[in-house]
């Protein structure tokens, strides 16, 4: 009877697991892609302050990232080798370099690959960092001020950019206008979710007094 009653647990947890980890991968995988995609220079009519785009993505792969991963250790674990996967894809389909239409394109591939190789050190650095470390170096106030300001105004950009755009590729669909059947198309539909998932976490994280019942976060 107990082993009837564990297997279906086990397949649960299994799900569970799975679902962290991929949506974990995704997160990260699409946030690079974009943030890599802004540096090409392609994207750079979309956005009214297109240049705040780029550290707002660098931000959310970052110190917002805490938000998303929050105490699970699989989105832990997914979210240290993440980055390194995202980027050897993203650097083998050719995103890490611009097209000749763009300005500086030598000194934009030097920048993405810059930052995205600090993207990878820091994620190396914090998810390798015990409790007990994180909440010493939380102890500073001001930091913890600064920190939740750089976090709520990045995720609301990146939240806002990828809506706008999922709105004009809707409309483009729906006019018949030409789109070609591409990632770039339609990541900003995916990142619209996980970023208004991520600004949910956020405010529960923030907003909401520890110990209030709520629900548990099974994602």
Not at 26 to 53: E, K, N, Q, R, T
Not at 118 to 136: A, D, F, H, S, W
Not at 198 to 211: C, D, S
Request: net charge positive; aromatic share 16%.
């Amino acid at each position: 009877m107990e082993q009837t009653e564990a297997k279906p647990q086990r397949i649960k947890n299994s799900i569970r697991w799975f679902v962290s980890a991929i949506g974990t991968f995704l997160y990260v995988f699409l946030m690079m892609h974009m943030f890599v995609l802004h540096f090409s220079g392609a994207y750079d009519g979309m956005w009214l302050i297109p240049y705040f785009s780029i550290p707002a993505y660098f931000f959310c792969l970052t110190i917002a990232a805490k938000y998303w991963i929050v105490e699970n250790h699989v989105r832990r674990r997914s979210f240290l080798i993440s980055p390194i996967i995202s980027t050897v894809i993203l650097f083998f389909s050719g995103l890490y370099f611009p097209s000749e239409y763009a300005l500086y394109t030598g000194f934009r591939s030097i920048l993405a690959a810059m930052a995205s190789a600090g993207v990878i050190l820091y994620c190396i650095l914090n998810t390798r960092k015990k409790e007990k470390n994180i909440r010493q170096m939380a102890k500073s106030s001001v930091w913890k001020r600064v920190a939740r300001i750089v976090c709520i105004l990045s995720i609301c950009c990146v939240l806002f950019e990828n809506w706008q755009r999922s709105i004009m590729v809707s409309y483009g669909i729906l006019t018949h206008e030409h789109y070609s059947m591409s990632l770039p198309t339609f990541s900003h539909y995916f990142l619209s979710i996980l970023s208004a998932i991520l600004l949910a976490r956020f405010v529960k994280a923030e907003f909401i007094p520890r110990g209030a019942p709520m629900e548990r976060d099974v994602s």
